[in-house]
Nanobody
Framework: QVQLVESGGGLVHTGESLRLSCTAS????????MGWYRQTPGKEREMVATMTSESRKNYADSVNGRFTISRDSAKNTVYLQMDSLKPEDTAVYYC???????????????WGQGTLVTVSS
């Protein structure tokens, strides 16, 4: 079973940076789309950034221009570089991957375990 393992969260001040990493446990498993979502208490999980296997990227308006999603295919890893962090970015960040399979309507979805990002001030 393929799993997503993420890391990189922490406590930073306003204006500082963090980089999150998410690695698939099986190097021969390629997701069609990978991305990052975040969630705070009392709110629904929201999309932050996604990236397809063809390198098409999408960003939430709230992070566009500050966050950058990228991937290293050789390491089967997706990254989220977060610059100019704001207190409103504080949340648990979850890695996400989806792959469409050869069964009608079939798909494989995986979530990372979550990593906490806290931005003070």
């Amino acid at each position: 079973q393929v799993q997503l393992v993420e890391s990189g969260g922490g406590l930073v001040h306003t204006g500082e940076s963090l980089r999150l990493s998410c690695t698939a446990s099986r190097n021969n498993f390629r997701f069609d789309t990978m991305g990052w979502y975040r969630q705070t208490p009392g709110k629904e999980r929201e999309m932050v950034a996604t990236m397809t296997s063809e390198s098409r990227k999408n960003y939430a308006d709230s992070v566009n221009g500050r966050f950058t999603i990228s991937r290293d295919s050789a390491k089967n890893t997706v990254y989220l570089q977060m610059d100019s962090l704001k207190p409103e970015d504080t949340a648990v960040y979850y890695c996400y991957g989806i792959k469409i399979v050869s069964v009608e309507g079939g798909k494989v979805e995986r979530w990372g375990q979550g990593t906490l990002v806290t931005v003070s001030s």
